[in-house]
């Protein structure tokens, strides 16, 4: 079992920036894909970024790619996602997930294990 907790979100104005952070149970190093959702009330969960094992690939949604970055560190067991140039169409509530596999990272169903998830606010 991966317990993941999402932290480093909250209210930020437009064009401002953001970094948050997943932390991993103990159980887990490199074995795990790491991918990051975002869910808007009523709408559904989508892709965000995701990362691989290693950190060597990374893969962006079409929204974020040159404003979002994300990246890992396995030693602390710990995957960051970057937030610049936010807008306000950015707020909505951010998770991470875990895989085993390494492909369709852009799918819900590939990932394994969900945080609780992080809101993350842009005001205008």
């Known amino acids: 079992q991966v317990q993941l907790v999402e932290s480093g979100g909250g209210l930020v104005q437009a064009g401002g920036s953001l970094r948050l952070s997943c932390a991993a149970s103990?159980?887990?190093?490199?074995?795990?894909?790491m991918g990051w959702f975002r869910q808007a009330p009523g709408k559904e969960r989508e892709f965000v970024a995701a990362i691989s094992r290693s950190g060597s690939s990374t893969d962006y949604a079409d929204s974020v790619k040159g404003r979002f970055t994300v990246s890992r560190d396995n030693a602390k067991k710990t995957v960051y996602l970057q937030m610049n140039s936010l807008k306000p169409g950015d707020t909505t509530l951010y998770y991470c997930?875990?895989?085993?596999?390494?492909?369709?990272?852009?799918?819900?169903?590939?990932?394994?294990?969900w945080g609780q998830g992080t809101q993350v606010t842009v005001s205008s």
């Open positions: 103990a159980t887990t190093s490199g074995t795990y894909t």
């Open positions: 997930a875990a895989a085993l596999r390494s492909w369709a990272l852009s799918t819900l169903r590939t990932y394994d294990y």
